[in-house]
């Protein structure tokens, strides 16, 4: 069998906050045990609140931040040793997009400066030839070369998703990392960077690592969906599974919590009590157990594993009151 | 029997260094006494800016307004003085925001915030000030108030900042209530708790609610009517249920697609081609024309008159002239 | 271009600024030019000690029956190159201390910045008078005294812009792309965190002036240059007999000195879009 494209395995993502000195120092567990697989050409959503650490694994993945402890596996090579060997080969694999197009773009520098950094930096192309491919890559975004020379704040919103992707793409990635790409973009935008990230994956066979806040959306545009909550996977599996039912109490409430056109307003949808607790002190046992409306005494005790169950892994001592009576 | 907020033909301008900037051009809508009316739009709408003007906070800003009446009980609020407007504002109506840290002085505690407003406005002694501010705190949800209303702002989480402010602008019981992308910058659990607080909140009060959001579904859940603003001016404005199931300008419906996701990964979602046109370079006509796929010549020619197409649900497009 | 003119507009809107660059282009003028178009060598004796302005000494003799005006021109020259340069070489050290402790952060930060403390500690001018007194007095001298003496406000001018920027999304683009970091500070970095620099290293200049006037006035420049510090320096002794002898050059550094701040001034609304009016 082959190797997934990327395999995470057990990480583990500690910050220390506080001085040394000061006393008040503490552990942030932004991201504990955590293990998953990307296969060639997929998207793999990662969904959760802020705090529950999508954003520190796309970090993670992407080597901006190492891990504290676990390993992550490229086609089968250890990331950490690819990276100290050919750091400019992890980097022509792994992509990342970022959330805020105004801050992802050097406002001091033109496009086609921005776009070609990473084809320079990579010797994708003699720099003869760099101005055509910009505008290829461009093209390929939906943009005309009419932006070679602009400045990122001559851009919208949208228009500036595209440029970021573009810049990503200039290397060819095998995986992009899609950090909530959309969620800074106004509706009628979403919907056109939503359909140029899938239309670049047919054509192109990258696979996304698609990070959201928006159970509802990634429900419709990714092949499994892993649902995170402080630090931990609770709920991951196909997206058929997933669209199915959710099993863990804490994907159900996420997304009831999301507001949708045309459901009954009159029906009362559980909703969760008080905020995310603290990532610097995580509640005992399962993390959920102070805000899940089907706590029990075994949960504030014992963690639970994440464990099969109809057909995805779930991290819940009681997901089965959860499956719909056969 | 009129109504308790009455907008007319409201214009606000700013001075901008390559000259004046209409970010709200000619908007007229009204919310009745205890109603959820929602404002929606995307960035650059003025959606923002025509909430903000009714109290006459664009000032500041650099922004003016430079139409209009803004009727509230059947006085004009433009033809306060500001003295008169700081009455109006915070007692009879409060005001919420998308940034609570906006609302709140970081270096008062929470309690004296709010006690502050209660003695201003109501007269209160500072003992029953207290005890006032720990009944509303309790109200909106804040566990332990007797130890949270001597903290700081800085001291809550971004849920509970919310629920502060909340209780600010409700100190006095306003009769209504606008609320700026209240839930914008909260998490989708922590959102529905605020949201269902305010619907609660609202029928205790008997207040109405000026709803300002992006968010299509929370207006779904939340309003009663809905305002459909594009590039400074109202596309449509109707009862949600009418709108939502019946929308007649094409901006409507697009918006309405994109934000229905079917769980059908098949095709591709449904999108609004191009973007906002820029402040500077605003179509002649209708403003959407460049983007509307239905769009005619005559839609270039004019501003399209507002054409009622059902008991109360207006649209602003010569596409509505055809039906009946 | 386009960026410059944009610039140009912005600062032009500062009419204050716009007149002190000006009279800033005519001294500048006056330092290069000056001293070939008005040729009088300033250390001769040319006429009477102390002798009050008049048709042959436009701006009178000093106490050696120099001539002021032609002192006035050479130390221009003087006044401004040490000032100028000075100022380039405390930002040119200021950025790179900065640069490195802002972007590195931790240890690397904690040992760059304990030092800037420790210059910061000691008063610069001070300082300046203990390093001429080590080292020989001569231009260069001076001028690397006064570097050294003001580089710390920089560099935590630059540590605070670098940090402020290595954790935004475009520069973690850049490292996701396997830039290396040299390149990331110099170009990704470098031009967004230079706008406030600009302004603070402009009114270095100012700064360097009236420390290189002091130390002259002490004795402790070049002896062999003429400066306006120095011209004060042998005035002020006489000053109740012949006012004018300090009072001009006094003058002359007042002038420079308030042009450039005004300048800088002009410098920081044009780049700094917080103070930006609507």
Redesign the interface.
Known sequence: MNAPLLRAQNLVKEFHTGGRWSGSAGVVHALSDVSFDIEPGETLAVVGESGCGKSTLARCVTALNLQTSGTLLIDGQNAQDLLRREPLRFRRMIQIVFQDPYASLNPRRTIQQSIGDALRLHRMCKSKEQRDAVTALLERVGLSSDYLGRYPHELSGGQRQRVAIARALAVQPRLMVCDEPVSALDVSIQAQIINLLKEIQKALGVAYLFISHNLALVRHISDRIAVMYLGQIVEIGPADAMRRNLLHPYSRALFAATPEIGRDKTAATPMLRGDVPSPINPPSGCRFHTRCPIARPRCAQEAPLLRELDGRQVRCHFAEEMLPAA | MSALLQVEGLSVQFATDRGPVRAVEDLSFSVAAGETVAMVGESGSGKSTAALSLLRLIEPAGGQVSAGRILFDDVDLLGLSSRQLRGVRGSRIGMIFQDPMMALNPIFTIGWQISESLREHLGLSRRAARDRTIELLQRVGIPAPEQRIDQYPHNLSGGMRQRVMIAMALACRPSLLIADEPTTALDVTVQAQVLALINTLKDEFGMAVLLITHDLGVVWETAQRVVVMYAGRKVEEGSVSDVFERPEHPYTRGLLKTARLTDDRAGPLVEIPGTVPNAFEMPHGCRFAPRCAQAFARCEDGVPPDIKVAVGHDVACLLAERAP | MK?FLHFWRRFRRNRAALVALFVLLAITLIAIVGPYVYTVDPFEMMGRASTPPSKRFWLGTDVSGRDVLAGLIHGARVSLLIGVAASLCATLVGLIVGAVAGYYGRAVDNILMRCTDFFLTIPSFVFAVVLIAIFRPSVTNVTIAIGIVSWPPVARLVRAEFIAQRE???V????????SDIEIMI??IL??ALPPVIVVSSLLVATAILTESGLSFLGLSDPNVISWGYMIGVGRTVLRLAWWMPAIPGIAILVTVLCINLVGEGLNDALNPRVQR?
């Open positions: 960026s935004r999304e475009y973690l683009a850049a490292r996701a792309l396997g830039m170009r990704q031009p967004n609507r």
